[in-house]
């Protein structure tokens, strides 16, 4: 008469107080379930604005609010059509796009620069950081009458502007993360002969790779925000030029087609970024 083996023990682990059963192993949260996957979070994330441009049509029709206060979509989706037939739509896009995008750029770069010297030296925090801080206080209009001051009208004082713009969150968001990288982690680096550049491109920006796109992203919005400012400085093309424009005017509908244009162009280009922060945490992080 044979027996069956009992089953076999579980393994036991020695813990920091005796010893323990081996934990079972949990299923990742959320793994396999539709959120995961990236069409069900975009069809998702595209409800609450359908839901909302069904109210604004709602609320246009049952007459709330009069065609200049509120007007419908139909109507601003005419005046894009208008815009588009002359010609001036794509080229208002482009034009605030490409300043962004430029001013972001340099931004970015003189942020990420800075923002390293002052989190790796202290004596750089000393000597820079208050004036940094206090330059960060000033508010962007303020700084409108000097850039046309020393740079004229023209392209050189928007860009600036959205430069400022978009420099002190990376600076902020890399200077801060780079003073709290683990120490043993840099100790390890450097007893492996690593230092200066080497130590930083390899050791202390990849540790900060996350904090460097969150402060990239807050550098990309603050960037569209100090479009409207920029364009402000005499401009005669752009979005913030076709809003404040529209607003002289009375032209309700091409007030809300450009506030709908900055919403789209700035999560798209937000949206794009993120895609890089995900390959860049994948590969450095």
């Given at each position: ?5 009992p089953?076999?023990a ?6 920091p ?17 539709v ?42 989706l ?26 972001f750029?340099?931004g ?10 002052l989190?790796?030296s ?14 960060r206080?000033?508010?962007s ?18 860009v600036?502007?959205i430069?400022i ?14 003073r ?20 930083l ?22 960037s ?37 244009l ?10 794009l970024?993120g ?11």
């Amino acid at each position: 008469m044979s027996t069956t083996p009992p089953p076999a023990a579980a393994p036991v682990t020695a813990g920091p107080f005796g010893a323990s059963a081996a934990p079972v192993p949990s299923r990742k949260a959320g793994s396999g379930g539709v959120l995961s996957r990236t069409w069900a979070r975009v069809v998702l994330g595209l409800v609450v604005p359908v839901l909302l441009l069904g109210l604004w049509q709602l609320v246009s029709v049952l007459g709330l609010f009069s065609a200049v206060q509120l007007p419908s979509p139909g109507a601003v989706l005419t005046s894009a059509a208008d815009l588009i037939e002359r010609g001036e739509l794509g080229t208002h896009i482009a034009i605030s796009t490409q300043r962004v995008l430029t001013g972001f750029a340099l931004g970015a770069v003189l942020g990420l620069v800075l923002g390293a010297l002052l989190g790796l030296s202290k004596l750089a925090d000393v000597l820079l950081g208050p004036l940094f801080g206090a330059v960060r206080a000033v508010p962007s209009l303020a700084l409108v009458p000097l850039l046309i001051l020393w740079m004229g009208i023209g392209e050189d004082s928007k860009v600036t502007l959205i430069t400022i713009g978009a420099f002190f969150p990376v600076f902020t968001t890399v200077s801060l993360a780079l003073r709290h990288v683990d120490k043993n982690l840099v100790e390890a680096a450097r007893a492996f002969g690593l230092n200066g550049i080497k130590l930083l491109t390899t050791v202390q920006l990849p540790a900060v790779v996350p904090a460097v796109f969150s402060g990239l992203r807050l550098a990309l919005a603050q960037s569209w925000l100090f479009l409207v400012a920029a364009e402000l400085i005499a401009s005669s093309m752009g979005l913030g030029f076709l809003l404040t424009d529209s607003q002289n005017n009375g032209r309700t509908d091409r007030m809300f087609l450009a506030i709908v244009l900055l919403a789209v162009l700035g999560k798209t280009t937000d949206a794009l970024l993120g895609v890089a922060e995900k390959w860049a945490v994948k590969k450095w992080a």
